[in-house]
C-alpha cells in the first residue's frame, strides 16, 4: 500500500480538479488516450459513477489509487 505522504502529494497535484471527473480529465491525469480510459473502467479498474446517457464520472479519488497502484506495480 502507498505511503500516505505519496497519496497527500498526488492530491496536491491534482487539487484544480473536482472531486467528480469526466473521461476527459481522467485522460489529462493520467495521460491516456480515452480508449484506454474506457478499456480500465470496462475491466473495473477504475469505477465509474451511475451515470445519465452518455456521461460517465469518475471519483478523483479512485484516479489517484489508480496513479499509486500503477506506480506500486512498476
Same mark, same amino acid.
Do not use: F, W
Given at each position: 500500500?502507498?505511503?500516505?505522504?505519496?497519496?497527500?502529494?498526488?492530491?496536491?497535484?491534482?487539487?484544480?480538479?473536482?472531486?467528480v471527473?469526466?473521461?476527459?480529465q481522467?485522460?489529462? #491525469?493520467?495521460k !491516456?488516450?480515452?480508449?484506454?480510459v474506457? @478499456?480500465?473502467?470496462?475491466?473495473?479498474?477504475?469505477?465509474?459513477?451511475?451515470?445519465?446517457?452518455r456521461?460517465?464520472?469518475v471519483l478523483?479519488?479512485?484516479? #489517484?489509487?489508480a !496513479?499509486?497502484?500503477?506506480?506500486?506495480? @512498476?
Amino acid at each position: 500500500m502507498a505511503s500516505d505522504p505519496t497519496k497527500k502529494t498526488l492530491k496536491s497535484n491534482y487539487r484544480k480538479y473536482p472531486p467528480v471527473l469526466t473521461v476527459k480529465q481522467v485522460c489529462e #491525469i493520467m495521460k !491516456l488516450k480515452p480508449t484506454r480510459v474506457y @478499456g480500465m473502467i470496462q475491466r473495473g479498474e477504475l469505477q465509474k459513477i451511475e451515470h445519465c446517457g452518455r456521461h460517465i464520472r469518475v471519483l478523483k479519488e479512485d484516479v #489517484i489509487d489508480a !496513479l499509486i497502484a500503477h506506480k506500486n506495480k @512498476g
